[in-house]
């Protein structure tokens, strides 16, 4: 839970301080399996030109006020995505980054506006290998825990167990009896699905609305117990930043790793071709508008770098979860040297 108490307070840190030296422990042996792979660790930029172009992420923004000349605007990244991206097509073929990334309006179990991600890149591999780096960062943060399994709430997992593989369509087969695939742009479709399980559905829903609202309640909860899920291709809508697959082109190169019902991370097939990346920011600042009557500007030093990425498969982890599930933690801000204030 929230502390009613400043986290610096002895008998408040007291309780906080193991789960914290444990945290110190698997950030320290990640960077060591990290560095075993020749990756080089970058520290990307806070302050962007945009923090990003999700529909649904928020940011913080500030004014850089440059002697003698107007203010400008900047804001905090919400991920290092960009500048980790910038740096691959700068020639670098292997990184990863531990950074402090913020995100506006979040605050809760899972939830923090300052929060630690931890962000790799592979140059010239394909997404699904770095299925394989997720079983050995469940691994990692097991054994400098010292624990066999991991917890959240009544679930349990084994971090030593190979994570399940599920494709999007057949979870939502599983847990919601809907083949999704049959109902690939049709709003109605999906939304007769959606009442039928109870959910509610408004008028302006979109489809990419009533398939998070499906996968949110009725699946992802299902996701992660007794060893890890690989929830696998999803549609290429829900994925802004991947690639599609040749193969079959309405998914998408884009995986998340799921432990007891708690999303971990998000992997994708990066998408290089900065005429496409371009058409997905506009329609997704489109989408936010209309939903939040606000908007992002689009990174265009970002868009002119990706015609220099090579093919690369990158994926972003959230530590603090990460740490939460390897210390049986209940809370966010019990894992976090120093919750940010709330006033």
Known sequence: MPQKMPFWAPEIYVE???RLLLRAKIVKALRAFFERQDFVEIEPSALQ????????????????????????????HSSPEFDCKKLLAAGEERIF???????????????HP???????YRAKVPYRALIDDCAAVLRIAAEASDVKEFRFGPSRLDPFLDPEILGVAEAFERYAQIDLLATLDDREALAAKAQKLGLRVAADDHWSDLFSKIISDRIEPKLGHTRATVLIDYPASEAALARKKPDDPRLAER????????????????????????ARFVADMAERQRIYRSSYPIDEDFLAALALMPCASGIALGLDRLVMLATGADHIEQVLWAPAAET
């Open 114 to 120: 300052e929060f630690t991600m931890l962000e790799w």
């Open 255 to 278: 995986f998340e790793l799921y432990g007891c019902g708690v999303e971990l991370a998000n992997a994708f097939g990066e998408l290089t071709d900065p005429g496409e990346q371009r």
């Open 49 to 76: 030109a945009s923090p990003g172009n999700d529909t649904h992420i928020s940011a913080f923004s500030t004014e850089f006020q440059r002697l003698g000349a107007a203010p400008s605007r900047l804001y905090l």
């Open 16 to 18: 906080r301080r193991p």
């Open 97 to 111: 980054s531990l950074a402090h990334v913020f995100r506006n309006g979040e605050r809760s179990r899972l939830h």
